[in-house]
């Protein structure tokens, strides 16, 4: 498990502390530049600031969610020197915060990169810095790195923690507001929370204050950074994202999952509209499970296996949960979430439900494959495109 100074909020006010970089390519470049590129992140804060009591551009929405994706050839290393961990089924090794890796090379880059499963380190093949890495070392840092500036360390890995809890929150918030956009949720006029009705508009706009004031804090300073109340922070969010939840899973009916589902057996289950928000799940046997519309914000699916599942239209899902689960070819994701590229090798499992092989699941047209490439349509019987 590693170890941090600050957690991700999970979906009820809960904490997961921050899994070990998926999808990180070793950059041949040898180090950050200091000369900061254009970020997606840096879409005009102040301009989203003064719109939040209306709607944020979706294109404005669409370019911060694509900034939100580990670039390790633009990061001094962040992730393979702020974090702690112990050793454990994750890591082979232990090490301490702040401090170096072993495998960490003089380029920031990872020496065993491409052997991290099976050198053990499933912890770094799950963690997702979702982009904070570059964004401290180029923006906040303007290129400054720990190893030329040594009295910058313990800020710039602080803040580096700081930072992948804003980016988590904004990777959730995209997707809200982009679903709540979405024609068949406009027509979703209220949704039972708490006792009370809740309307779309007043959910759309608690969900845009909250994106306007966390946009603003990831163009922020070291010290703004440093001195941000996370902890109100994912209080408001929470709050936003839970009345959000509620309105996009309107209409289904989920199933009561009490107790314990470390371990749970629920291959082939009907989970759709499942509020699974910080649940543990460690191990949980998913195979053919149907997931979509299901909240899994801030759930620990470490070890679960999703085999066949159907995850395509789940809410607030991670590429660090994905990740750190066993999946297949077969299993189907969001399209902004990509199946790790080592699923797409694994050949389909029997569905639980019916015995038989489930057909593996198509990415769509234009999206990432997980490692950077484009996938391009594909044909299926008939000359027709077939998406996932």
Do not use: Y
Not at 54 to 61: L, R
Not at 244 to 269: E, F, I, K, N, W
Not at 282 to 308: H, K, N, P, Q, Y
Not at 333 to 339: D, E, F, G, H, I
């Amino acid at each position: 498990m590693m170890t941090d100074a600050h957690a991700t909020p999970g979906g009820d006010g809960r904490h997961s502390a921050p899994l070990p970089p998926a999808g990180c390519a070793p950059s041949p470049t040898a180090a950050p530049s200091a000369t900061s590129t254009t970020s997606p992140l840096a879409v005009s804060a102040s301009a989203v600031t003064v719109q939040s009591a209306t709607s944020p551009p979706m294109s404005a929405v669409a370019a911060v969610r694509a900034g939100l994706r580990a670039d390790c050839g633009r990061c001094a290393g962040l992730c393979c020197v702020a974090p702690g961990f112990a050793a454990s089924a994750d890591f082979p090794i232990s090490k301490p915060p702040g401090v170096p890796c072993r495998n960490l090379t003089a380029a920031f880059t990872c020496g065993v990169h491409g052997e991290l499963r099976e050198r053990g380190f499933h912890g770094c093949v799950a963690f997702d810095c979702l982009g904070a890495g570059q964004r401290i070392t180029e923006h906040t840092f303007a290129g400054v790195d720990w190893r030329t500036r040594p009295d910058t360390a313990t800020r710039m890995f602080d803040a580096f923690a700081v930072m992948r809890a804003l980016h988590e929150t904004l990777h959730h918030l995209a997707e809200a507001l982009t679903r709540l956009a979405e024609p068949d949720t406009a027509e979703r006029r209220t949704v039972p929370a708490t006792g009370t009705a809740r309307g779309a508009g007043p959910v759309l706009a608690e969900v845009r204050a909250v994106w306007a004031l966390t946009l603003t804090l990831t163009d922020a300073d070291a010290d703004t950074l440093l001195a941000a109340d996370l902890p109100a922070l994912h209080r408001d969010a929470n709050g936003a994202l839970t009345a959000a939840s509620a309105l996009l899973r309107a209409g289904t009916r989920p199933p009561a999952l009490a107790g314990d589902l470390v371990g749970a057996r629920l291959a082939g289950a009907d989970l759709r509209g499942a509020d699974l928000t910080g649940r543990l799940l460690l191990g949980a046997d998913l195979r053919g499970a149907d997931l979509r519309r299901a909240d899994l914000r801030g759930a620990d699916l470490r070890g679960a296996d999703l085999r066949g599942a159907t995850l395509t239209d789940a809410l607030f899902l991670t590429p660090s949960q994905l990740h750190a689960a066993r999946g297949d070819a077969a299993t189907a994701a969001p399209a902004a979430v990509p199946l790790p590229t080592h699923w797409l090798a694994t050949p389909a499992a029997a569905n639980p439900a019916t015995g038989r092989r489930t057909r593996p699941a198509k990415p769509r047209p234009g999206a990432a494959d997980g490692g950077g490439r484009t996938v391009a349509r594909e044909r299926g019987r008939g000359g027709r495109s077939r998406g996932r």
